[in-house]
């Protein structure tokens, strides 16, 4: 094998390793966004940084799931009975750029921690909307 043809097929096979997974990350993102549930969603939990991602509603719990990975499995799951809506506000200066635009930043909190989802305020309406239309969990108990 000559000087040049080695090198070639290296490069060859990373360009096409990365054709292939950005090809896997937009069938994923297609097939999560297709799910009836899902809303597009930025987390920041526990004081760190914004991410950007995808929520979608289950029966029983709301998942998260990052916009940029390969992973079909969500990063967050918050069980409904135990996550507490605070309210809403608009975004602050700092975080109008990291979120998207005409976004809420919906306040919650989940078995003592807090969790602030950044959502489209029609996303907020059904996520509010789901978590008071919460299964009966006892007679006369409401979730």
């Keep these: 094998m000559n000087d040049i043809g080695l090198p070639f097929i290296v490069l060859a096979t990373a360009f096409a390793l990365l054709v292939f997974a950005l090809c896997l990350s937009g069938v994923r993102r297609f097939n999560l966004r297709r799910a009836l549930g899902t809303v597009d969603a930025s987390i920041c939990t ?3 940084s914004w991410q950007m991602g ?3 509603y289950q029966d029983n719990e709301l998942e998260w799931f990052r916009l940029v990975s390969l992973s079909v499995r969500p990063k967050h799951t ?3 009975s135990s996550l ?3 309210g809403r506000r608009k975004p ?3 975080e109008l750029l990291k979120v998207q635009p005409d976004a809420v930043i919906v306040e919650l909190r989940y078995e ?4 602030l989802l950044a959502m489209r305020f029609d996303a907020y309406t ?3 909307s789901w978590l008071e239309a919460g299964p009966v969990i006892g007679v006369g108990t409401w979730r």
């Design 84 to 86: 507490e809506l605070l």
């Design 92 to 94: 602050t200066e700092s």
């Design 54 to 56: 995808v929520c979608r």
């Design 78 to 80: 918050f069980r409904r």
């Design 112 to 115: 003592g921690q807090e969790v």
């Design 126 to 128: 059904g996520l509010s």
């Design 46 to 48: 526990a004081g760190k």
